[in-house]
């Protein structure tokens, strides 16, 4: 590789992360008005999706550990959005469930992230997200392939 690809990539990582900190700086906003944190609404979202699931399931859906999730679970419990229950199918395992208050809040939180994201996006087409959205799956491929170019091994 010569320096304007390495450079090229230097500009790509660099607007991945400026992207990254806009859209968390989005969510957060958003969350702070309804006095829950990001974490928080990704996992009364992946609950609303996954009912039923485990501490384990919500913490590898996320790519986070369980004594991260455990904590961001505890505090949901806590405010009464989300229930610890046991398995039907195993007693000794706990699986969580959204309260209708969790099923408010997150319903609430996903509605005011979307609409201010799609304010903000409203000059994308859907061709255009569909074709970003190729553009990011196709890389993510490449990254996650094991296997060297053939002009590096």
Same mark, same amino acid.
């Given at each position: 590789? &010569?320096?304007? =690809?390495? =450079? /090229? %990539?230097?500009?790509?990582?660099? /607007?991945?992360?400026?992207? #990254? +900190?806009?859209?968390? +700086? %989005?969510?957060?906003?958003?969350? #702070?008005?309804? #006095?829950? $944190?990001?974490?928080?609404? *990704?996992?009364? $979202?992946?609950?609303?999706?996954?009912?039923?699931?485990? *501490?384990?399931?919500?913490? =590898?859906?996320?790519?986070? /550990?369980?004594?991260?999730?455990?904590?961001?679970?505890?505090?949901?419990?806590?405010?009464?959005?989300?229930?610890?229950?046991?398995?039907?199918? &195993?007693?000794? /395992?706990?699986?969580?469930?959204?309260? +209708?208050?969790?099923?408010?809040?997150?319903?609430?939180?996903?509605?005011?992230i979307m609409h201010r994201l799609s304010?903000? *996006?409203?000059?994308?087409?859907? @061709?255009?997200?569909d074709h970003l959205l190729n553009a990011?799956? &196709? *890389?993510?491929?490449?990254?996650?392939? =094991? @296997?060297?170019? @053939?002009? @590096?091994?």
């Open positions: 590789m &010569d320096q304007d =690809e390495y =450079e /090229s %990539i230097r500009q790509m990582l660099d /607007s991945f992360r400026k992207i #990254d +900190q806009r859209l968390y +700086q %989005i969510m957060k906003e958003e969350a #702070d008005k309804l #006095d829950v $944190t990001i974490m928080q609404t *990704l996992v009364l $979202t992946g609950l609303s999706k996954n009912p039923n699931s485990t *501490l384990g399931d919500i913490a =590898e859906g996320m790519y986070s /550990s369980n004594s991260t999730m455990s904590g961001i679970v505890d505090r949901l419990v806590k405010a009464n959005y989300v229930i610890r229950e046991h398995a039907q199918s &195993d007693r000794r /395992s706990l699986t969580l469930r959204l309260t +209708q208050e969790g099923g408010r809040k997150q319903k609430e939180a996903y509605r005011q304010t903000q *996006l409203n000059d994308y087409t859907s @061709e255009d997200l990011h799956d &196709d *890389l993510l491929k490449q990254l996650q392939s =094991e @296997e060297l170019p @053939e002009h @590096e091994r």
